[in-house]
């Protein structure tokens, strides 16, 4: 309210314009003044840390994940400003279609086994022949992206699927489940798909209200075991010793006791519908060490893959804190 001064200049309800930006962002003005221009200012400081396809948390920390959470920075831009320009442009015009995005999001989940896709494509001609059509084509030039780049171009088409009506949303959900589990097996890829269609396209007009008071973490024990097991295992490739290692760490953040690591098979993204809702009801405090804890599963060898990504983004999207776009260091 009020950015320009009220009341015909005589009630100043806020420090000038440029005093905020300051504050938010110590030696802008500065920056600027040498650069010429804000966009020249932040290229110049920001455009080193971003390389093509860089999209994810590669080189990250988990101490830098979790100070990212709900805290963008202008390095956070230049990286979505990247990916964006390495998108072909019928992806990204698709995106922002309702008629084409929802074939946009079939496309995201077309299996690259030839068999398993002409099941997936005999489930979307059941419904809708032309949407099937136009799901191989986007998936014929989703081949050619970095892995990195589904989830987030994903998180783009939001808007465009938030504009289609209750029966379209529906429709889109349940396919997407069906395409997800036309194989009997869900990728961390695709339940964080799923998760996400599911929060930001509710089906009610009125999302039901979180009821009572925060709980503490040590009352959701076993329902965090089962998500940092699943973490665990996805970064493993079956090393039974590197899965339980990487649980171990991600305990000691919680002060659990590490042997409560679940088996690969107990452990899957179709286990975690029920975990995530007990845990959405812990305190701030403990969403932030849970945060920490499953960045320091998943990053226990070094390196964070793609899926362990899509499982740590998915997640903490899901506890309403959401994670940035990460950066190499």
Known sequence: MLFAAGLGGGLATHPPIADRVERVLPGVLQAVAEAGSLEQAVAATEAPAVAPGAAGFSGSTPGRVLASVGDP???????????????????????????????????????????????????????????????????????????????????????????????????????????????????????????????????????????????????????????????????????????RAAFARGCKVLSMPASQLLDAGCATPQQLDAAIDGLEKVTPFGKRNLIQACAEVAAHDGHLDPDEVDLVRALAELWECPVPLALPE
């Open 73 to 243: 920075q202008p390095q956070h831009v230049a990286a979505a400003r990247a990916l964006l320009d390495e998108l072909p442009l019928d992806l990204s015009v698709a995106a922002h279609e309702p008629g084409r995005a929802p074939a946009l999001v079939y496309g995201l989940l077309l299996d690259d086994d030839a068999r398993e896709r002409d099941r997936q494509l005999t489930l979307l001609a059941s419904a809708d022949p032309t949407v099937g059509h136009d799901a191989q084509a986007f998936r014929r030039e989703l081949a050619g992206l970095p892995r990195t780049m589904r989830l987030p171009l994903l998180e783009l088409a939001m808007p465009a699927l938030r504009r289609l009506d209750r029966a379209g949303r529906a429709a889109l959900r349940d396919r997407a489940r069906a395409l997800s589990l036309a194989d009997d097996h869900l990728t961390p890829f695709e339940f964080a798909l799923i998760k996400s269609l599911e929060r930001h396209l509710p089906l009610e007009e009125k999302p039901p209200r979180r009821r009572g008071r925060p709980e503490a973490m040590a009352d959701h024990v076993e329902d965090a075991a089962l998500v940092l097991s699943v973490i665990a295992h996805a970064g493993a490739d079956g090393d039974e010793a590197e899965a």
